[in-house]
Nanobody
Framework: QVQLVESGGGLVQAGASLRLSCAAS????????MGWFRQAPGKEREFVAA????????HYADSVKGRCTISRVNAKNTLYLQMNSLQPEDTAVYYC?????????????????WGQGTQVTVSS
């Protein structure tokens, strides 16, 4: 099993940047494909970005492509999401998730472990 704890959210103005972090417990973090999802008020949780277990493969939602970068440091059991040029429509609770896989995983329902989320609010 793996436990996930997100951090780095906050209130920022449009155009600003944030870096979210996701700290994972356990010694098998490197065996997990990881992803970031977000959920805005009144909306379903949606895919943002995903990364393979080595970090060699990544995938992004069209809505964040070119503005966000997902990365991981397996030696630190940590996943990151660098978000630039934030817009009010990026306002949501952001969750990291883990799935035991060597390849990139995109489907929400494939993920087994979830963090508690971190709030990102972008003001106009």
């Amino acid at each position: 099993q793996v436990q996930l704890v997100e951090s780095g959210g906050g209130l920022v103005q449009a155009g600003a940047s944030l870096r979210l972090s996701c700290a994972a417990s356990g010694r098998t973090f490197y065996m997990y494909a990881m992803g970031w999802f977000r959920q805005a008020p009144g909306k379903e949780r949606e895919f943002v970005a995903a990364i393979s277990w080595t970090g060699g493969s990544t995938h992004y939602a069209d809505s964040v492509k070119g503005r966000c970068t997902i990365s991981r440091v397996n030696a630190k059991n940590t996943l990151y999401l660098q978000m630039n040029s934030l817009q009010p429509e990026d306002t949501a609770v952001y969750y990291c998730a883990a799935h035991r896989s060597v390849v990139v995983v995109i489907a929400l329902n494939d993920y087994d472990y979830w963090g508690q989320g971190t709030q990102v609010t972008v003001s106009s």
